[in-house]
């Protein structure tokens, strides 16, 4: 599957220009923070690596296949939401959703979607209507529920955006454990203290343009952009 | 939540499959016939009797005189049962209906207000009061929907030599509706209105409203009964719609009809040739 | 004039001396109007979810259409299936002009596309809302929509109610094609009619009233319903 290469990519939506000629070759391994100001583009750039979008020109290419748009693709990736949707059913019933939407037989969906609920300790709610549980706890069972089908990417769209630090460190522990398992992760954050708890390497966003691609520390230590530089800076203060 | 909404489908879906089935297993025959047989009550006081006797249920649908023989001649009805002499023989001229049997009479009145705009009250002769309506102008609600007491009315008023239609809009007022909501509109505007009798005996909304004009010759109201042309329509149901025809013209049947009363008041006077 | 209270004395004396007539024309008005809701029903949510979910060309046409028919008038719907049932009309030979099929046909017709209308609307929101996170999930249309109507069940229920009461309240279409018979297509609604043109103007009210609370109590019940499932479901 991996590695995701961006062939000049741009995405243009009423008018505006959001995406403006990205070109990226993101590797397996490393632990990929899609970072930048709020309105740089970066969700936009998630959904067309993700196929929720299609690329006003450009191409997206997955291990030399062309576009993210076929199922099948989409099959060996998984995305969570800033603002997951919980399906009005219970915890259990929405992990099972995406298994059984897989292929899974139902017992086998039950079994696989009760793991992953115990590794992001939502076990004792498995059965709890999703919509009442905390928003945390909802992050996590929208966690678990890409996790469950197994995706060599996941894709996690500023994850911890509105979360209480307690639930945020629940949340960056569970990324952990999925990078861990083997698991290609790609997020955004315009949270450089998250930046640099789970990031390996940043694809710095501004403004739509890819400005810097370089590993975690070089990052921090030689941005070699003015807008890095003065992201960093400006950042700083409150972290 | 589950069990409620299947149990709700299964309500519904058991209708559904049962609905078709509704009274088949009883034989019946449709009736087309008017709202004033259907609305004075006679209907329930005859077809009990023809039911019990024969086990043939009989489904009337009531409607002007107009609609009912329209839906003979659509093949709707078995039998038609009316009361508009000319357009039955039209009806039977066109090959619709396999002969007509004469069934009974009753007579139409004339009602109106008690203040009585147009000094009519207490007269016989109902020419001479359509004159001094039209003089007064006095408001006057007709039916105006084919039916056969609005065609007897239209026929007085061309014997009178008045042209109704000159007052429309003005105090002519057609209602376009049955004989009960066009009772309903006099007693609510005083106006006068040409009803027949079983109606307005069983009527219940009067008002202000009186009998006018009553016992004129001219007000004789015959009702006809006819069996739809199998010929033309191949599924009407013959020897079923034959046996209620028969039996209405019956000594038992005219009893039956004569018998019925509301108060003290006969409603209908049996008068079949046999 | 004391019409109104002798109105609500008359629906008083139908409901506690509830004699085996009425109970028979409030059983053939709720059997036909439930069927020809759970038609409607059937057939709507599948059509609003299409169109909810589907981007086609003619899609805004087909909305306002269904906007429209949702004020189709009783009468001329009434008249149609007349015609198309009638023994001259081409289904003529099913002969079932004037039996509760033909209302439950007709009825169906009329609530069919408010059904599908409003049930576009509700869903429409919600896909809005589901749209990336289903795709994501891998749902294809088909498997959305169906994701779509079950978890908006408690807002559909409420369009479904509303198809239920025009239904159970219009009397235009139901009168033309069942022919108002006694004992085998008369409903509330007829009935009321027929007792307004008999004059009886308490009866035919207090018919009204009986209708009018039959129809509090199923709205009231789905009330019920609907908020216990929020409670518990969220």
Known sequence: MLPLELQELTFTAGGAQIIRGISARIEAGPRSVILGPNGAGKSVLMRLCHGLLTPSSGRIVWHGAH????VDMRRHQAMVFQRPVMLRRSALANVMYGLKLAGKSRSQAELRAMDVLEVVGLAQHAQRPARVLSGGEQQRLALARAWALGPDVLFLDEPTANLDPASTQDIEHIINAIHASGTKIIMTTHNLGQARRLGDEILFISNGRLMEHTPIDRFFKAPTSAEAASFIKGEIPWQ | MAVMRSAVLAFALSGLLQLPMAGAQQPFITVASTTSTEQSGLFK????????????????????????????????????????????EKFLAEGFGVQRFEVMYNDFVLVGPKSDPAKIAGGRNIIEAYKKIAAAAAPFASRGDKSGTHAAELRLWKMAGIDPQTGKGGWYR????????TLNTASAMNAYAFTDRGTWLSFRNR???????????????????????????????????????????????????????????????????? | MNSLGEAF??????????????????????????????????????????????????????????????????????????????????????????????????????????????????????????????????????????????DTRFSLLTIVLAGFGRAVAEVGAVMIVGGNIDGVTRVMTTAIALETSKGDLPLALGLGIVLLTLVIVLNALAAVIREMALRRYG
């Open chain 2, 207 to 274: 008002g202000d409203l009186v009998v006018v004009v009553e016992g004129d010759r001219q007000l004789f109201n015959q009702y006809g009964i006819m069996l739809v042309n199998p010929a033309k329509h191949p599924h009407v149901k013959k020897d079923l719609g034959q046996a209620f025809v028969d039996w209405v013209i019956s000594a038992e049947g005219q009893k039956v009809i004569a018998d019925y009363k509301i108060g003290t008041d006969q409603l209908f006077f049996p008068n079949a040739k046999r």
């Open chain 2, 45 to 88: 006081h005859l077809l009990p009797v023809f039911e019990k006797k024969t086990g043939i249920r009989v489904r009337v649908v009531a409607q002007g005189t107009g609609q009912a023989l329209d839906m003979g001649r659509r093949g709707d009805a078995d039998v038609v049962f009316v009361h508009d002499r000319v357009a039955e």
């Open chain 2, 174 to 181: 057609e209602t376009g509706s049955g004989m009960g909501p």
């Open chain 1, 67 to 70: 576009g993210g748009k076929s």
């Open chain 3, 9 to 150: 004395t008359a629906a008083w004396r139908l409901i506690a001396g509830f004699d085996a007539e009425l109970a028979q024309v409030v059983g053939l008005s709720l059997q036909v109007s439930l069927t020809a809701v759970v038609i409607a029903t059937l057939i709507g949510l599948p059509v609003g979810a299409m169109i909810a979910v589907e981007r086609f060309r003619g899609r805004q046409a087909l909305i306002v259409l269904l906007n429209a028919l949702m004020g189709l008038p009783p009468v001329v719907v009434g008249l149609l299936v007349y015609l198309l049932l009638s023994r001259a009309g081409p289904l003529g030979s099913l002969g079932i002009l004037f039996t509760p099929t033909a209302m439950v046909i007709a009825q169906a017709i009329l609530i069919t596309p408010i059904i599908a209308a409003l049930s576009r609307q509700t869903l429409e929101d919600a896909w809005r809302e589901y749209d990336e996170q289903l795709r994501s999930l891998g749902a294809r249309r088909i498997t959305a929509g169906m994701t779509l109507i079950w």
